[in-house]
């Protein structure tokens, strides 16, 4: 299933959010002061867990969920309040931690499990709904549908992730980062059109039965994403 890409790129995310940004990402996902380009990420990460949340149930009691990608586990713990049962998967134990930390003792009816490992793992069963908030984002479209279609084989009901779309705007921050001294950068995102990933996912039998539906991006100053749905048909 997975491919050389893949697993460097992995090896990539692993290496930067468990060492490099710890620091960076502990302030940009709590209320701590930031400057104003990472406030503007702050929010802009914000308004795309609520619209993701949006189309998720209100009442998720009796569901399960994997976040995929789960970071310090935001949407995880709102997804709990509404009564589901989270499986919050991230590749940084370190992250993994902070979000332990930050998860409050009482998530009414719903429950997190929080777990170092990759989000492809089939031991962690099947789901009603999956979301993978910003992290297929550093991947190309190639590696982005091939795991699309192995969730989709785990999963009930809505498949929901993001994509950096592909706009001037973000196309010239792209070039800008290639500047900046390697140690500093962050893992480079891959911009795709939701177009050209909908040929790719096209080409894997295990994607048959998802179709497309909402889709919106999220603009705020450096902060540039897609949500996109795709549910059984």
Not at 68 to 97: H, K, Q, Y
Not at 156 to 161: A, I, N
Not at 207 to 219: A, F, H, M, T
């Amino acid at each position: 299933m997975t491919t050389p890409s893949y697993v460097s790129r992995r090896g990539e995310l692993e290496a930067y959010f468990d060492r490099t940004a710890v620091d960076a990402w502990k302030r940009l996902t709590s209320d701590a002061p930031v400057n104003r380009i990472r406030a503007t990420v702050r929010a802009g990460r914000d308004a795309m867990r609520n619209r993701i949340l949006s189309w998720l149930p209100q009442d998720m009691r009796g569901l399960r969920l994997l976040d995929a990608g789960c970071g310090t586990g935001a949407l995880a713990i709102e997804a709990a309040r509404r009564g589901a049962e989270v499986v919050a998967v991230d590749l940084s134990p370190t992250l993994i931690s902070l979000a332990q930390e930050r998860a409050p003792r009482d998530l009414g009816a719903g429950g997190v499990t929080f777990v170092v490992g990759d989000l492809l793992d089939p031991a962690f069963g099947r789901f009603d709904h999956i979301v993978a908030m910003d992290s297929l984002i550093h991947y190309e479209g190639a590696d982005i549908a091939r795991t699309l279609a192995a969730l989709a084989l785990r999963v009930e009901g809505s498949l929901v992730f993001t994509i950096a779309p592909r706009t001037p705007a973000l196309t010239a921050m792209h070039a800008v980062g290639k500047l900046f001294p390697r140690g500093n950068r962050s893992p480079a995102i891959a911009p795709i059109a939701l177009a050209t990933l909908e040929r790719q996912m096209s080409q894997h039998a295990a994607l048959d039965d998802l179709q497309i539906g909402k889709s919106e991006k999220i603009v705020s100053g450096f902060y540039i994403s897609q949500a996109v749905e795709a549910r059984r048909r």
